[in-house]
Nanobody, 115 residues
Framework: QVQLVESGGGLVQAGGSLRLSCAAS????????MGWYRQAPGKQRELVAH???????NYADSVKGRFTISRGNAKNTVYLQMNSLKPEDTAVYYC?????????WGKGTLVTVSS
């Protein structure tokens, strides 16, 4: 049973920073991709960033230069450093782990950016 637990969400003023964390547990294949997605009210879930087990990264255009995704020393952890936050970044942020064509999702953490 694979489980993902996110943390680090909260309320922040525009221009501020937050760091999200996600820890995965269970039987996990060493070659995998971890990522962050977000879903704002009334909108579809969208990719924010993902990182492969070899360190390759990909970002949504809307967060390039502001957000940084990284892996922890414990390989099944992933972080999202979010700087220069904007009100439009307000959403529930979900962690995703994928390997062997199977996706696992966390329950999400709410990020609210006030103007």
């Amino acid at each position: 049973q694979v489980q993902l637990v996110e943390s680090g969400g909260g309320l922040v003023q525009a221009g501020g920073s937050l760091r999200l964390s996600c820890a995965a547990s269970g039987t996990i294949f060493s070659i995998n991709t971890m990522g962050w997605y977000r879903q704002a009210p009334g909108k579809q879930r969208e990719l924010v960033a993902h990182i492969t087990s070899s360190g390759g990264t990909n970002y949504a255009d809307s967060v390039k230069g502001r957000f940084t995704i990284s892996r922890g020393n414990a390989k099944n952890t992933v972080y999202l450093q979010m700087n220069s936050l904007k009100p439009e970044d307000t959403a529930v942020y979900y962690c995703k782990l994928e390997f062997s064509s199977i996706q696992y999702w966390g329950k999400g953490t709410l990020v609210t950016v006030s103007s």
